[in-house]
């Protein structure tokens, strides 16, 4: 045995917490971080759907009904080669914010938020 091992836990999204940090902090931008099971790359989401589950085993429901199927975002991160366009978020907490970014799970985490605070610095500096 190599000593390693892997634990898995649950993470519940709560819509109410979500909600309440926009109306204190009424943020210009709202860019999610979240991680992925596979790739090798960062996955900028180019849209969010209009679906939701808590569980893989869930059923996907609406997250608001009668909203539009789905949301495009106008978002344009400069990740480099270490980025790469998609347009399936899933059905979690990445379909509540329109900016959202998936971090492959072996990826490196300080490489990750270096590409990151990289990129939203220059849109910073191009607003």
């Known amino acids: 045995r190599s000593g390693r091992k892997e634990l898995v836990f649950p993470v519940r999204f ?36 209009n679906r939701r589950r808590n569980s893989p085993d869930e059923k996907a429901r609406p997250i608001l009904v ?12 400069p990740l480099g080669r270490q980025g790469k366009s998609s347009s399936k978020a899933g059905e979690y907490v990445c379909n509540y914010s329109i900016g959202f970014i998936h971090v492959p799970h072996r990826y490196d985490c300080k490489k990750a938020i270096r590409l990151v605070e990289k990129a939203v610095g220059k849109m910073e500096t191009a607003a």
């Open 66 to 77: 009668g909203g539009p199927p789905s949301l495009r975002t106008n978002l344009r991160l």
């Open 14 to 49: 709560h819509k109410r917490q979500f909600l309440n940090a926009i109306k204190q902090h009424r943020p210009d931008v709202i860019l999610g971080l979240g991680q992925c099971a596979r790739g090798q790359h960062l996955r900028i989401e180019g849209q969010a759907v």
